[in-house]
Protein backbone atom coordinates (compact mmCIF):
# COMPACT_ATOMS: atom_id res chain seq x y z
CA UNK A 1 0.00 0.00 0.00
CA UNK A 2 1.01 3.64 -0.66
CA UNK A 3 2.64 5.53 1.95
CA UNK A 4 3.01 8.82 3.01
CA UNK A 5 5.93 10.12 5.33
CA UNK A 6 6.00 13.50 7.36
CA UNK A 7 8.19 14.67 9.95
CA UNK A 8 6.65 14.48 13.41
CA UNK A 9 7.39 17.90 14.09
CA UNK A 10 8.89 21.21 12.85
CA UNK A 11 9.36 24.40 14.36
CA UNK A 12 9.51 27.80 13.17
CA UNK A 13 10.32 31.58 15.05
CA UNK A 14 7.45 34.17 14.00
CA UNK A 15 7.44 35.92 10.81
CA UNK A 16 9.72 33.25 9.89
CA UNK A 17 9.00 30.48 7.24
CA UNK A 18 7.71 27.17 7.59
CA UNK A 19 8.14 23.64 5.24
CA UNK A 20 6.43 20.83 6.03
CA UNK A 21 7.63 18.06 3.88
CA UNK A 22 5.51 14.99 2.71
CA UNK A 23 7.31 12.23 1.26
CA UNK A 24 6.02 9.34 -1.26
CA UNK A 25 7.16 7.43 -3.72
CA UNK A 26 6.46 9.22 -7.00
CA UNK A 27 4.36 11.79 -5.19
CA UNK A 28 4.77 13.98 -7.76
CA UNK A 29 2.69 12.34 -10.29
CA UNK A 30 -0.50 12.49 -7.55
CA UNK A 31 -2.51 15.23 -6.49
CA UNK A 32 -1.75 16.21 -3.20
CA UNK A 33 -3.93 17.72 -0.60
CA UNK A 34 -3.05 19.24 2.83
CA UNK A 35 -4.94 19.87 5.96
CA UNK A 36 -4.41 21.88 8.93
CA UNK A 37 -5.94 20.49 12.62
CA UNK A 38 -5.94 22.61 15.63
CA UNK A 39 -6.70 20.75 19.04
CA UNK A 40 -10.10 19.85 19.62
CA UNK A 41 -11.27 20.83 16.40
CA UNK A 42 -11.72 18.74 12.65
CA UNK A 43 -9.45 19.14 9.99
CA UNK A 44 -9.48 22.05 7.48
CA UNK A 45 -8.10 21.65 3.68
CA UNK A 46 -5.53 24.28 3.36
CA UNK A 47 -4.24 23.62 -0.04
CA UNK A 48 -5.24 21.27 -2.54
CA UNK A 49 -4.32 19.81 -5.75
CA UNK A 50 -0.75 20.27 -5.02
CA UNK A 51 -0.72 24.12 -4.75
CA UNK A 52 -4.43 25.79 -4.94
CA UNK A 53 -5.56 27.17 -1.99
CA UNK A 54 -9.66 27.15 -0.92
CA UNK A 55 -11.02 30.62 -0.74
CA UNK A 56 -10.39 32.18 2.76
CA UNK A 57 -7.09 30.70 3.21
CA UNK A 58 -4.41 33.41 3.03
CA UNK A 59 -1.60 33.59 0.56
CA UNK A 60 1.14 33.09 2.87
CA UNK A 61 0.07 29.43 2.49
CA UNK A 62 1.46 27.63 -0.67
CA UNK A 63 2.09 24.16 -1.95
CA UNK A 64 4.82 22.56 -4.29
CA UNK A 65 4.78 18.56 -6.04
CA UNK A 66 7.67 16.89 -7.75
CA UNK A 67 9.65 13.29 -7.90
CA UNK A 68 9.27 12.11 -4.94
CA UNK A 69 9.04 14.99 -2.50
CA UNK A 70 5.65 17.25 -1.92
CA UNK A 71 6.14 21.00 0.42
CA UNK A 72 3.73 22.95 1.93
CA UNK A 73 5.55 26.30 3.19
CA UNK A 74 4.39 28.64 5.35
CA UNK A 75 5.28 32.02 4.90
CA UNK A 76 5.69 35.06 7.87
CA UNK A 77 4.41 32.20 10.32
CA UNK A 78 1.97 33.40 13.33
CA UNK A 79 1.30 32.13 16.51
CA UNK A 80 -2.43 31.43 14.92
CA UNK A 81 -0.71 28.94 12.53
CA UNK A 82 0.33 26.32 15.26
CA UNK A 83 -1.46 23.05 14.68
CA UNK A 84 -1.14 19.28 13.01
CA UNK A 85 -0.47 19.37 9.57
CA UNK A 86 -1.32 15.93 7.12
CA UNK A 87 -0.66 15.67 3.73
CA UNK A 88 -3.18 13.33 1.78
CA UNK A 89 -3.63 11.64 -1.24
CA UNK A 90 -5.56 9.35 -3.52
CA UNK A 91 -4.14 6.09 -4.21
CA UNK A 92 -5.83 5.01 -6.92
CA UNK A 93 -4.23 1.84 -7.53
CA UNK A 94 -5.71 0.42 -4.18
CA UNK A 95 -8.83 2.69 -4.46
CA UNK A 96 -7.78 4.53 -0.98
CA UNK A 97 -7.20 7.59 0.68
CA UNK A 98 -3.98 7.59 1.93
CA UNK A 99 -2.96 10.50 5.03
CA UNK A 100 0.72 11.26 6.20
CA UNK A 101 1.00 10.66 9.35
CA UNK A 102 1.33 14.55 10.81
CA UNK A 103 3.47 17.34 11.78
CA UNK A 104 3.13 19.33 14.56
CA UNK A 105 3.68 22.56 13.95
CA UNK A 106 5.33 24.51 16.62
CA UNK A 107 5.84 28.37 16.81
CA UNK A 108 9.25 29.36 19.23
CA UNK B 1 -24.25 27.46 4.96
CA UNK B 2 -22.84 24.57 4.11
CA UNK B 3 -22.89 22.31 7.45
CA UNK B 4 -21.72 18.39 8.48
CA UNK B 5 -22.86 17.25 11.66
CA UNK B 6 -22.13 13.59 12.81
CA UNK B 7 -24.48 12.01 15.68
CA UNK B 8 -24.56 8.35 16.98
CA UNK B 9 -21.09 8.18 19.05
CA UNK B 10 -21.08 6.58 22.44
CA UNK B 11 -19.62 3.97 24.34
CA UNK B 12 -19.97 0.86 23.25
CA UNK B 13 -18.70 -2.94 24.47
CA UNK B 14 -16.08 -5.01 21.92
CA UNK B 15 -18.48 -7.15 19.61
CA UNK B 16 -21.29 -4.89 19.69
CA UNK B 17 -22.53 -2.31 16.80
CA UNK B 18 -23.05 0.91 16.45
CA UNK B 19 -24.13 3.25 13.44
CA UNK B 20 -23.69 6.45 13.17
CA UNK B 21 -25.36 9.60 11.38
CA UNK B 22 -23.94 12.54 9.29
CA UNK B 23 -26.59 15.23 8.32
CA UNK B 24 -25.56 17.79 5.48
CA UNK B 25 -26.68 20.98 4.86
CA UNK B 26 -26.30 24.06 2.76
CA UNK B 27 -25.26 22.40 -0.25
CA UNK B 28 -26.82 19.59 -2.95
CA UNK B 29 -25.97 16.42 -0.94
CA UNK B 30 -26.95 14.05 -3.60
CA UNK B 31 -24.13 15.92 -6.03
CA UNK B 32 -21.27 14.71 -3.79
CA UNK B 33 -19.16 11.95 -2.91
CA UNK B 34 -18.80 11.28 0.77
CA UNK B 35 -15.86 9.97 3.16
CA UNK B 36 -15.59 8.87 6.76
CA UNK B 37 -12.46 9.90 8.32
CA UNK B 38 -11.49 8.66 12.30
CA UNK B 39 -8.90 9.34 15.01
CA UNK B 40 -8.00 7.52 17.32
CA UNK B 41 -7.12 9.80 20.65
CA UNK B 42 -3.85 11.60 20.53
CA UNK B 43 -3.34 10.13 16.75
CA UNK B 44 -3.45 11.31 13.32
CA UNK B 45 -5.94 10.95 10.70
CA UNK B 46 -7.25 7.51 9.45
CA UNK B 47 -9.27 7.08 6.29
CA UNK B 48 -12.43 4.92 6.97
CA UNK B 49 -14.70 4.52 4.07
CA UNK B 50 -15.91 6.26 0.38
CA UNK B 51 -19.52 6.41 -1.11
CA UNK B 52 -19.67 7.93 -4.60
CA UNK B 53 -22.78 10.54 -5.14
CA UNK B 54 -24.86 8.20 -6.61
CA UNK B 55 -24.08 4.76 -4.46
CA UNK B 56 -22.92 2.90 -6.88
CA UNK B 57 -18.99 3.04 -5.74
CA UNK B 58 -17.78 2.40 -1.95
CA UNK B 59 -14.49 1.86 -0.80
CA UNK B 60 -13.25 0.67 2.75
CA UNK B 61 -9.42 0.48 4.52
CA UNK B 62 -8.48 -2.90 5.33
CA UNK B 63 -8.90 -2.06 8.83
CA UNK B 64 -12.93 -2.08 8.01
CA UNK B 65 -13.62 -4.01 5.65
CA UNK B 66 -15.39 -6.62 5.93
CA UNK B 67 -17.19 -4.99 9.44
CA UNK B 68 -18.30 -1.49 8.32
CA UNK B 69 -20.86 -0.20 5.80
CA UNK B 70 -20.83 2.92 4.47
CA UNK B 71 -24.45 4.29 3.16
CA UNK B 72 -26.14 7.38 2.31
CA UNK B 73 -30.13 8.23 1.78
CA UNK B 74 -29.96 11.15 -0.56
CA UNK B 75 -33.62 11.96 -0.02
CA UNK B 76 -32.72 12.94 3.34
CA UNK B 77 -29.52 14.17 2.58
CA UNK B 78 -27.54 11.80 5.43
CA UNK B 79 -24.62 9.86 5.20
CA UNK B 80 -24.43 6.63 7.83
CA UNK B 81 -21.55 4.54 8.58
CA UNK B 82 -23.26 1.03 9.93
CA UNK B 83 -19.96 -0.76 12.42
CA UNK B 84 -20.25 -4.02 13.26
CA UNK B 85 -18.08 -6.37 15.32
CA UNK B 86 -16.50 -3.42 17.18
CA UNK B 87 -12.60 -3.70 18.44
CA UNK B 88 -11.21 -1.64 21.10
CA UNK B 89 -8.80 -0.55 18.31
CA UNK B 90 -11.68 1.35 17.04
CA UNK B 91 -11.89 3.94 19.65
CA UNK B 92 -11.79 7.21 17.81
CA UNK B 93 -13.40 10.54 16.57
CA UNK B 94 -15.42 9.81 13.91
CA UNK B 95 -15.40 12.87 10.97
CA UNK B 96 -17.97 12.76 7.89
CA UNK B 97 -16.28 15.09 5.20
CA UNK B 98 -17.16 15.87 1.63
CA UNK B 99 -15.28 14.91 -1.26
CA UNK B 100 -14.55 18.26 -3.42
CA UNK B 101 -16.16 18.45 -6.99
CA UNK B 102 -13.28 18.25 -8.66
CA UNK B 103 -10.14 16.75 -6.47
CA UNK B 104 -10.24 13.84 -4.07
CA UNK B 105 -9.17 16.15 -1.37
CA UNK B 106 -12.00 16.94 1.60
CA UNK B 107 -13.21 20.65 1.64
CA UNK B 108 -16.17 20.02 4.41
CA UNK B 109 -15.89 18.47 7.41
CA UNK B 110 -17.96 17.67 10.55
CA UNK B 111 -16.86 18.30 13.95
CA UNK B 112 -16.76 14.55 15.03
CA UNK B 113 -18.31 11.86 17.08
CA UNK B 114 -16.68 9.93 19.69
CA UNK B 115 -16.67 6.13 19.69
CA UNK B 116 -15.90 4.22 22.48
CA UNK B 117 -15.28 0.84 22.37
CA UNK B 118 -14.68 -0.56 25.99
CA UNK B 119 -16.08 -3.67 28.30
Known amino acids: SYVLTQPPSVSVAPGKTARISCGGNNIGSKSLHWYQQKPGQAPVLVVY???DRPSGIPERFSGSNSGNTATLTISRVEAGDEADYYC???????????FGGGTKLTIL | QVHLVESGGGVVQPGRSLRLSCAASGFTFSSYAMHWVRQAPGKGLEWVAFISYDVNNKYYADSVKGRFTISRDNSENTLYLQMNSLRAEDTAVYFC????????????WGRGTLVTVSS
Open chain 2, 97 to 108: ARRTGRYDAFDI
Open chain 1, 88 to 98: QVWDSSSDHVV
Open chain 1, 49 to 51: DDS
